[in-house]
């Protein structure tokens, strides 16, 4: 390849020109996206996901920077408090939180920050201080990383011209950084964040210095595909702290094998992300999709809790994993973190947060012993930050980053699904703008009405995920059954059923539209068991578990400069056996659907809209141990105290809660 001497020139004021020319031009070519994310703003909430972002625009999400003083005063902006992490972390979700909503204050608000740090930006490149009072080191590039995929979006929402370069730049001072230190610590084992930001900005601009940086980036990260390939952390951590053991890490290093593979080709790195997930839904995993990681991996007992991080974190793994690869199996793991571990770990107005949920979570205060792994004792408590302040920053990308991954489009010039839920989207196809619009209550209903509006007749295709846990989807237009292409796992493939029937698969919808048309689609879910830890079942129903509410006393403990913090207690009875076989679950649980209260939240006990009824009894002798739920007893179980019929709800709208039952003989 012929070496461009202007090219190089043009990019020595952006701090790039160090790297060789012969570096750059012999690259091989990086491998493109199976799915091309929307840029912020061209999908916007609508229903009940509009009401949820709202709510945390009005709660913790939406006034940080108003009181919390690793916001409002950082060293980001100019501060004495924190100069690390905290300001990226929140960026990473204010800013598409803003423009989802289309809030003037909070886009304001987001403005000033990104102003001041690009206005700020150092001589050398660098973005941000150098080292704080916190004795946080002097260029340690982590924070940059969640600081790259904040500013990306700023950039897709408001088209600044003055982030991409200022990022470019950044990005040869970091790569002078790794030449004099390669990465460590936290940099090292969440490379692939930066990397997948860095081929991001490759793919707006094709300059091939940001593959050589990604490269270099990679090649000094840790290995997660080889990590899990060679797996050895099966146990519960009980001490220690090993950066491989973390939880929101591990979640991070989801996306590893496939970032890698938009460098490498590698089957075996596309495919990383699934064996990962195996592996810790074996030894750590929970009906909720997540695993446990209080703070590090922790088993499979329900009692042990799961970072709310780490929620987020493996929320975004997935979304970036599936604009990778296409996969309809990461869509399924998706919606089942989206819509339970996520809501779950929340007060339901999201004015507070826990730092740990707990899928069996029967009581949450502060006194006494706990059974966490590596925890504090205020980690299930609802509050501004408990135990430690990163996820007071960092959960705000969770609802939005959802939003705005929904839907992307295909290489063969339509639009794939990737999660249902409410939506708008606007976009431009053949050239043309086209409106697209989801009309549903998924996942607690199982139709999805899709609006397509286009402005003159038009033919281009959408892919509809299906999800693995539906057998007979229905799709229509008018009352007349629509025909759908045949199954493929991947989006881009040609027809391919996947080895297992029972496999997530894209089916294709090619039509032609007119005006405005409407087609339905209805995904039929039914009651499914899942095996918990000591034999234990909990209730699922397509993407939702479900859980006992057990009702609960709130505590205040801490009056906050805006909000509260609080211990909840137990008021009613938890410990209780199911009456059914795990084997043939469907005949034992009746699903019935509810009207919520108007303007409720979907994911509050107000805002409920499905319930499941099972009967069950209570269970002598399972009690409350090292300040939670004792682990479910070993099933089957037996009691003779009188059967119930015991009311289930999403676990997304509960508070105090048991999600994995023992069961009774028969």
Known sequence: MKCDRSRILWLIPLGLGLLSCAAVADEPAVRPLALEPLPVGAIRPT?????????????????????????????????????????????????????????????????????????????????????????????????????????IQYEQATGDPRVIPALAKCAGRIDRVLDEKPLYEWAKVRAADYASALLTLFDRTKDPALVAAARKAMGQAHDWRAQFEDYRLTDRLTSGFGMLSHGVNTAMGWKFGPVRSRLSGDAGDRDAIFHMMAVLDRFHGQATGMFTCDEHVAGRSPSQGTELCTVVEAMYSLEASIAILGDARLGDRLERVAYNALPATFKKDMTAHQYDQQANQVICTREGEHVYATNGPDSNLFGLEPNFGCCTANFHQG?????????????????????????????????????????????????????????????????????????????????????????????????????????ACYRTLDAEWSGTKSIRLELPAAAEAYRGFNGSTAILRGPLAFALPVAAEWKKIKDGPRFADWEVVPKSAWDYALDLSPGRIEGSVTFRDVQPEAGAPAFSAEGVRVVAEVRGRRLEGWGIERGAAAPPPRSPVASAAPAETLRLIPYGCTDLRVTEFPTLRD
């Open 399 to 503: 609802w939005p980053k959802l939003a705005t991954h929904l839907w992307m489009k295909t290489p063969a010039g339509g639009l794939a699904v990737a999660a249902y839920a409410p939506c708008v989207v606007t976009t431009e196809i053949q050239g043309k703008p086209v409106r697209l619009e989801v009309k549903t209550e998924y996942p607690f209903r199982d139709a999805v009405e899709i609006e397509v509006t286009v402005p003159e007749p038009m033919r281009f295709p959408l892919e509809l995920r299906v999800p693995e846990w539906t057998r007979t989807p229905l799709v229509s237009a008018s009352g007349a059954p629509f025909a759908l292409g045949p199954r493929k796992l991947r989006t881009g493939d040609a027809a391919d059923v996947p080895r297992d029937e029972r496999s």
């Open 47 to 151: 229903g009940w996901l509009k009401v949820q972002l709202e709510t945390q625009a009005k709660g913790l999400g939406g006034s940080l920077d108003e009181y919390w003083p690793d916001i409002k005063e950082s060293a980001w902006i100019g501060g004495k408090a924190e100069g690390w992490e905290r300001v990226p972390y929140w960026l990473d979700g204010i800013v598409p939180l803003a423009y989802l909503l289309d809030d003037a204050a909070l886009k304001a608000r987001a403005k000033r920050y990104v102003d001041y740090i690009l206005d700020h930006q150092q001589p050398d490149g660098w973005l941000g201080p150098v080292g704080d009072a916190q004795n946080h080191a002097p260029y340690d590039a982590w924070p940059l990383f969640p600081l790259y995929k904040a500013l």
